[in-house]
């Protein structure tokens, strides 16, 4: 099953303004991390923030999470057209293998598809 | 550098048929693994490795069987193709896995048909 579900599934806006992308997830994670992916193309890591931290910035990301709600929400500031991809969510929670060992089970949602307009 | 490499990129098989998808990083990377992706489904984990001669079991290994005789390469072995593995491929490695170096680099994925 999934772990985060990311709200809203489409979001469409103008060059210029913001775009904010919710995640919600269900059980306690270690990390959570964000991914974009372009059409057609793997996906590339954008930010992690960790159980402990509360906020995070990289250029026009700011990340926020918040364990009592066992949520997340990626802000880009100042969209541009180049934006336009999908926006994954990604829970990381310890898993142990058959080894009890813990590498960590990163699981992903459904995605937002950003639509940014020139 | 070139990171991840997955081949092929498209690939048509007949049910019943077997195929080996390919995954090769070049970062000295512990940790690889293998999702799929289905339209409305995000990215499920097929199979995980944490170094050469380990593997185990994601949420949907089914049908998919995966060896690792080298840090560098991580192999998918369909060993008979059902139209329900009609899926886009993604390898992701990670130095030491997702919950201790976190950030995953992905290949661009492989985009497999079965009929």
């Known amino acids: 099953s999934q772990q985060g579900e990311e709200d809203p599934q489409a979001l469409s806006i103008q060059e210029g303004e913001n775009a904010t992308m919710n995640c919600s997830y269900k059980?306690?994670?270690?990390?959570l991390q964000w991914y974009r992916q372009n059409s057609g193309r793997g996906l590339v890591h954008l930010i992690l923030?960790?159980?402990?931290?509360r906020e995070k910035h990289s250029g026009r990301l700011r990340v926020t999470l918040d364990t009592s709600k066992k949520s997340s929400s990626l802000l880009i500031t100042a969209s541009r057209a180049a934006d336009t991809a999908s926006y994954f969510c990604?829970?990381?929670?310890?898993?142990?293998?058959?080894?009890?060992?813990?590498?960590?089970?990163?699981?992903f949602g459904q995605g937002t598809i950003l639509t940014v307009h020139p | 550098n070139a990171g991840v490499t997955q081949t092929p990129k498209f690939q048509v098989l007949k049910t019943g048929q077997s195929m080996t998808l390919q995954c090769a990083q070049d970062?000295?990377?512990?940790?690889m693994s293998w999702y799929r992706q289905d339209p409305g489904m995000g990215l499920r984990l097929i199979h995980y490795?944490?170094?050469?001669?380990?593997?185990d079991q994601g949420e949907v290994p089914n049908g998919y069987n995966v060896s690792r005789s080298t840090t560098e390469d991580f192999p998918l072995r369909l060993l008979s193709a059902a139209p329900s593995q009609t899926s886009v491929y993604f390898c992701?490695?990670?130095?030491?896995?997702?919950?201790?170096?976190?950030?995953?680099?992905f290949g661009e994925g492989s985009r497999l048909t079965v009929l």
């Open positions: 992701a490695s990670s130095l030491r896995g997702p919950l201790y170096t976190g950030e995953l680099f």
């Open positions: 059980t306690s994670i270690n990390n």
């Open positions: 923030i960790r159980s402990n931290e």
């Open positions: 990604a829970t990381v929670r310890s898993l142990f293998n058959a080894g009890g060992t813990s590498y960590g089970k990163l699981t």
């Open positions: 970062m000295n990377h512990e940790y």
């Open positions: 490795s944490v170094g050469a001669g380990i593997t």
